[in-house]
Every structure is written in structure tokens, then in C-alpha cells.
């Protein structure tokens, strides 16, 4: 909209200038008009000397405006009109240009988004917990993890993922997982080395606390009955924030759902 009233203006001002161009050069032209206009027989235009039309304008009322100076009166109109253009030109830049630049487009997370997981080396450690502290109990199995790995100097080849293989009424049973490049050694009796699920599966993403994901599988399980899909007895966490740094509330997962 902006933009549009400054094109507008710009259209504006070419026909401003140029009638005040074409009043400047009426201005200009001196006594044939006005005496063209006066004259009220064809007689004083026969006259050889144009002087002598002139002289009998000066006696009627009606032009006696003109007489004294031509060029003074009928300058004096042309000259107001150019000055509202003139002052109106300046008066639509005030509006800034930022207020006509549209809000970014935020797209939203994916929800039941088609995928298929690839199947990726991972050193695990299995566990059970209940739910009262469910995610206390996942902290500590990554930091278990994280210990081994720091102390062979072994990176991080993902992100650190919880897969649940069983759950009931009290709690659930857990892979804890995370993606390496090589082999650990010396590896306690509870760790091992493995792969990571693989297969289609449904990409869902949750934002929040641990506590706030029963609203998350709660839409996720009404989403699986609208499509009528059957989902396997097991799901995947992948947490895309470190849980040992990020705080609960700012936590980002992505929960996958495989397929039958």
C-alpha cells in the first residue's frame, strides 16, 4: 500500500509541473489575448496600427484589470495554483516503510510427517524406570553414556535418542542410545553396541518439558486413529537439545512412531 501511494505521488507530480508550466507561459503572453477578447467589432482590427486596439481597452471596467500592467494579473492566479502541488508533495513520505513489510511466515513443526529411519551405530544402555521419575531415570543413563565416551575420547555421530521397548500402568523399559562412528571399548555388562531402529515411521516433534509429553502421544495416538494406521510396540525419542544442558521447559524432541 505504500509502495502504491508513492507511485502515485511520483505520477502526480510530471502533471503538477506541467500545468504550472503551461499557466507560466498564459502568463506570458501579453495584450492579444485580452484584446481579441475586448475588441467588439471587427473595425478596430482593420486599423493598420495595433496600438490604436489597445487604446479603447483601457476605457471598459471589465478590462481595466488588464490596462495597467498585463502581465501582473493574469500572473498572480497562475502563480496560487502551483503552490498547493507544490506543498502537497512532500506530505504522504512521512509513513515509514517498515510498517508495510509483512510479518515472517513461521512454518509449524511437522505432525505425523512421513519418514523412513536409516540405521545408525549406536552404543545403548538398557534400563527400566517408573514414570514418578521417568526423566530423572533417562538422565542418568545418558550421562552414564556420555562418561564412557568422554573417557575414550569418542564424539557424539547424532543426537542422543531414548527408545522405549515396553510400557504399563507403573513405568516402561528403555534403550538409551547414542550415535557413534566407532566402537567403544571395555564396556560395562548393562552396554553394548548395536543399531539404531530402522523402517517407516511418523515424525512428530514436541516442545516442553518431559511431564508435558502425555499431551503430545495423546494427539499423536487420536492422529493414528483418524488415519487407521497401526503402529508398532515400540517409539523412538530423538532429542534434538542436549538434555544434560538444556533446561526441561526449552527441551525440542522428535518422537518417532514406526509402523507395522
Given at each position: 500500500?505504500?509502495?502504491?501511494?508513492?507511485?502515485?505521488?511520483?505520477?502526480?507530480?510530471?502533471?503538477?509541473a506541467?500545468?504550472?508550466?503551461?499557466?507560466a507561459?498564459?502568463?506570458?503572453?501579453?495584450s492579444?489575448?485580452?484584446?481579441?477578447?475586448?475588441?467588439?467589432s471587427?473595425?478596430?482590427?482593420a486599423?493598420?496600427?495595433?496600438?490604436?486596439?489597445?487604446a479603447?481597452?483601457?476605457t471598459?471596467?471589465?478590462?481595466?484589470?488588464?490596462?495597467?500592467?498585463?502581465?501582473?494579473?493574469?500572473?498572480?492566479?497562475?502563480?496560487?495554483?502551483?503552490?498547493?502541488?507544490?506543498?502537497?508533495s512532500?506530505?504522504?513520505?512521512?509513513?515509514?516503510?517498515?510498517?508495510?513489510?509483512?510479518?515472517?511466515?513461521?512454518?509449524?513443526?511437522?505432525?505425523?510427517?512421513?519418514?523412513?529411519?536409516?540405521?545408525?551405530?549406536?552404543?545403548?544402555?538398557k534400563?527400566?524406570?517408573?514414570?514418578?521419575?521417568?526423566?530423572?531415570?533417562?538422565?542418568?543413563?545418558?550421562?552414564?553414556?556420555?562418561?564412557?565416551?568422554?573417557?575414550?575420547?569418542?564424539?557424539?555421530?547424532?543426537?542422543?535418542?531414548?527408545?522405549?521397548?515396553?510400557?504399563?500402568?507403573?513405568?516402561?523399559?528403555?534403550?538409551?542410545?547414542?550415535?557413534?562412528?566407532?566402537?567403544?571399548?571395555?564396556?560395562?555388562?548393562?552396554?553394548?553396541?548395536?543399531k539404531?531402529?530402522?523402517?517407516?515411521?511418523?515424525?512428530?516433534?514436541?516442545?516442553?518439558?518431559?511431564d508435558?509429553?502425555?499431551?503430545?502421544?495423546?494427539?499423536?495416538?487420536?492422529?493414528?486413529?483418524?488415519?487407521?494406521?497401526?503402529?508398532?510396540d515400540?517409539?523412538?525419542?530423538?532429542y534434538?537439545?542436549?538434555?544434560?544442558?538444556?533446561?526441561?521447559?526449552?527441551?525440542?524432541?522428535?518422537v518417532?512412531?514406526?509402523?507395522?
Amino acid at each position: 500500500m505504500f509502495r502504491f501511494r508513492r507511485l502515485a505521488l511520483a505520477a502526480l507530480i510530471p502533471a503538477a509541473a506541467l500545468s504550472f508550466g503551461l499557466s507560466a507561459t498564459l502568463a506570458q503572453t501579453p495584450s492579444p489575448a485580452p484584446a481579441a477578447s475586448a475588441s467588439p467589432s471587427p473595425a478596430p482590427s482593420a486599423s493598420p496600427s495595433p496600438a490604436a486596439s489597445a487604446a479603447p481597452v483601457a476605457t471598459p471596467s471589465p478590462a481595466a484589470g488588464a490596462s495597467p500592467s498585463p502581465s501582473t494579473s493574469p500572473a498572480a492566479s497562475p502563480a496560487t495554483s502551483p503552490s498547493p502541488a507544490a506543498s502537497a508533495s512532500p506530505s504522504p513520505a512521512p509513513p515509514p516503510a517498515a510498517a508495510a513489510t509483512p510479518a515472517p511466515v513461521q512454518t509449524a513443526d511437522p505432525f505425523g510427517q512421513e519418514t523412513t529411519l536409516e540405521p545408525r551405530k549406536v552404543v545403548m544402555v538398557k534400563g527400566t524406570a517408573n514414570w514418578d521419575s521417568a526423566f530423572d531415570t533417562l538422565i542418568d543413563a545418558f550421562k552414564a553414556l556420555n562418561t564412557l565416551l568422554d573417557k575414550q575420547g569418542i564424539k557424539h555421530a547424532g543426537n542422543s535418542m531414548i527408545v522405549y521397548t515396553s510400557t504399563d500402568d507403573t513405568g516402561f523399559t528403555f534403550l538409551a542410545e547414542i550415535p557413534v562412528e566407532q566402537d567403544p571399548k571395555n564396556l560395562p555388562k548393562d552396554m553394548s553396541v548395536g543399531k539404531s531402529p530402522e523402517g517407516k515411521a511418523l515424525k512428530f516433534v514436541h516442545r516442553g518439558s518431559y511431564d508435558n509429553m502425555d499431551n503430545t502421544y495423546e494427539a499423536i495416538t487420536n492422529h493414528l486413529d483418524d488415519k487407521k494406521l497401526e503402529a508398532k510396540d515400540t517409539f523412538i525419542e530423538e532429542y534434538l537439545t542436549d538434555p544434560l544442558k538444556t533446561a526441561e521447559d526449552k527441551l525440542v524432541i522428535n518422537v518417532f512412531v514406526p509402523l507395522k
